[in-house]
Structure formats: structure tokens, C-alpha cells
């Protein structure tokens, strides 16, 4: 792999990171069934730490994610488990009354955004590369809001850094990157343009989100769309509701601005 300026190849950093924030503490590494997760989990198995693995369960998720997961669950040393939410989709729109927007992803922190409830450290796959938000970001940080520390092992990691060294580690991915996805979240996510496609092959989640929408529809009554279809067009024209960002929705940017955190800070 490529090497940093003091001759540390990224992997090794990344483990020394890993390793450096553990102090005996247990890390909750969480896990989506995409590249970056698999690539975490590997580097977390390599430092030798106490770790678990937690993956939040989202109906929305392609079922190809959902199969590469069940087939990382079954090997005992990925320590993996599965975090059911405590309410759905479909639930927190009627308390809400109104879709996940661009601009308003509130079904990330309903689904895929719940820090451990026991206080230990977070370990994810956010890389820098991915968005302009995530270029603020810092390799260890702490959120005041949901009471979280979390460390990026690989944020500084580029996409091809990422498949170089799940290559070079025989590491297995989700199916859906052989047949050309670069991205595997969730179906018909507000932040991606891929609409057609998505629809077509993944009607079962299509049609999740049809609920959702027909169901806040059916609370604004008639304040903006004479019809349930009305607003299902909007929803699914991304134009209709843009906002200048990428079509990739990055997980824990939702959270407030984190704090930059050292080795003496680390609580």
C-alpha cells in the first residue's frame, strides 16, 4: 500500500490508531455490509483489540447487503450482531410529517446513526474522500450530542487505497460491487439520483417507501399535493428538491460538529 511521509504504509497507521484510543476499553465497530465496514472490520481483527461488531438493521438496505451480512455474522471471529431500531420508518414520519429530504435525512438517525448505548468507542469507515463534510471531520472525535467518541481509522484512505487492500487481503464484499455499484446503502436513499434502476430492481423497498409517502400524504392533507402520486413523483424527481450535495449518503453527518480529540483529551 502507499506509504505516508514518516514511511508508515496507511495500514499500519491505521492499526496504531486503532490500538493507540483502545486502552482496554471494548470498540463498537459499526458495520453497514459495504466495502469501507468490511475494510474497518479487518483492520480492527488486525490490532488485536477487544471489539464487537454491530450492524443496525434497515429494511431499506438492498438484500444483497443484507445476504453479504448474514454470511459475515456466520464466521464467530467478526463478532457481529444485529441492532433492530425502536421504531420505524413509517412511525417517525407520522410524528414528523414530512419525507427524508437531501437536505433533511432524518431516516439516517432514526436507522443507521445510534451510537452504543453503553458509552464505548465508535469505530467507522468515513473517509474524507467522500464528501466536503466529512473534510472536517477528524481521525478521532467526540459528539456532545449523543454522548459518542468515535474514531475514523481510514479517513484519510482514497477509493482505490480501499480495494487495493481488500484485494491484497482476499477480504469478501457485497455482490453488488462485481456488478458495477460503487455505492450499496439504502434503496432509493434521498440523496442518490438512481432512481429507475433502484425501482425496478428493488421493488420491495420501493414500495416501503411508497407507504411512507402515501402515510405523510395522508396527515398534510391537501396543504401541497393534490394527490398521494403528486407527491411520490416530487419525492423520487431529486431535481424538485435539490440541494448542492453528493449523491452519496455518508453515515454520522447528521451529528453536531465534533470535537477533535488527542491521546491525553481521550477519556
Request: net charge neutral; aromatic share 10%.
Amino acid at each position: 500500500m502507499d506509504k505516508l511521509l514518516d514511511g508508515q504504509t496507511l495500514e499500519d497507521h491505521a492499526i496504531e490508531v486503532i490500538r493507540q484510543f483502545s486502552k482496554g476499553r471494548t470498540y463498537h465497530v459499526a458495520y453497514s455490509g459495504g466495502k469501507d465496514s468490511d475494510t474497518v472490520l479487518h483492520l480492527v481483527k488486525s490490532a488485536g483489540v477487544d471489539f464487537h461488531t454491530v450492524y443496525n438493521y434497515c429494511p431499506l438496505d438492498p438484500p444483497e447487503v443484507r445476504s453479504h451480512i448474514r454470511e459475515i455474522s456466520r464466521d464467530p471471529s467478526n463478532r457481529l450482531s444485529y441492532n433492530m431500531p425502536k421504531t420505524s420508518l413509517i412511525a417517525e414520519a407520522r410524528r414528523r410529517k414530512i419525507l427524508p429530504l437531501r437536505n433533511r435525512r432524518w431516516c439516517c438517525e432514526v436507522l443507521k446513526e445510534r451510537p452504543s448505548e453503553t458509552g464505548e468507542p465508535i469505530i467507522t469507515g468515513i473517509r474524507w474522500e467522500e464528501s466536503p463534510r466529512r473534510k472536517k471531520r477528524h481521525q478521532v472525535e467526540a459528539c456532545r450530542r449523543v454522548n459518542a467518541f468515535f474514531i475514523h481509522p481510514i479517513i484519510g484512505w482514497k477509493y482505490q487505497d480501499v480495494w487495493t487492500y481488500l484485494h491484497e487481503n482476499n477480504i469478501p464484499t457485497c455482490s453488488l460491487y462485481a456488478e458495477g455499484y460503487t455505492r450499496v446503502g439504502c434503496v432509493l436513499c434521498p440523496m442518490t439520483r438512481d432512481i429507475e434502476r433502484q425501482t425496478k430492481r428493488w421493488p420491495g423497498q420501493a414500495r416501503i417507501w411508497r407507504q411512507i409517502s402515501n402515510e405523510v400524504w395522508r396527515l398534510n392533507g391537501f396543504k401541497t399535493f393534490l394527490a398521494e402520486e403528486d407527491q411520490w413523483e416530487w419525492w423520487l424527481d431529486r431535481d424538485a428538491h435539490h440541494s448542492p450535495e453528493p449523491d452519496d449518503c455518508p453515515l454520522f453527518d447528521t451529528l453536531d460538529q465534533p470535537l477533535p480529540l488527542n491521546q491525553e483529551t481521550y477519556p
